[in-house]
């Protein structure tokens, strides 16, 4: 409800460029608001049918490990998390994808 009546979606919008900091901070709120704990206290994760798929999309990697897909595209144009681009498509492997999602836990 405190999202709506700040209208942090906007505020998030306009902070894309420029404060990388307030942009990740305002991302992890939006989640948070859309993401429900599971009902044993878990933080809810994708399901394992996800990890089993070959390749993997910046919205894929993502969700899966909790941060916004601007930090994943400058985490791979930085070579970060290792990928091929396509036009203006990346597509990571599923092994890349997860030795990332596990390197950024640690």
Not at 62 to 86: C, N, P
Request: glycine letters at 6%; hydrophobic letters at 35%.
């Amino acid at each position: 409800m405190l999202w709506s009546a700040a209208d942090l979606n906007r505020t998030r919008i306009k902070f894309r460029v420029g404060n990388q900091k307030m942009y990740d901070l305002l991302c992890d709120i939006y989640r948070t608001a859309l993401t429900t704990v599971a009902d044993d206290g878990n933080e809810p994760r994708q399901s394992t049918a996800s990890e089993e798929r070959e390749t993997w999309t910046v919205a894929q990697v993502a969700t899966a490990a909790g941060l916004s897909e601007r930090t994943v595209r400058l985490d791979a144009q930085q070579e970060h998390l290792k990928g091929t681009k396509a036009g203006r498509t990346w597509v990571f492997t599923r092994d890349a994808a997860l030795d990332y999602i596990e390197g950024r836990k640690s």
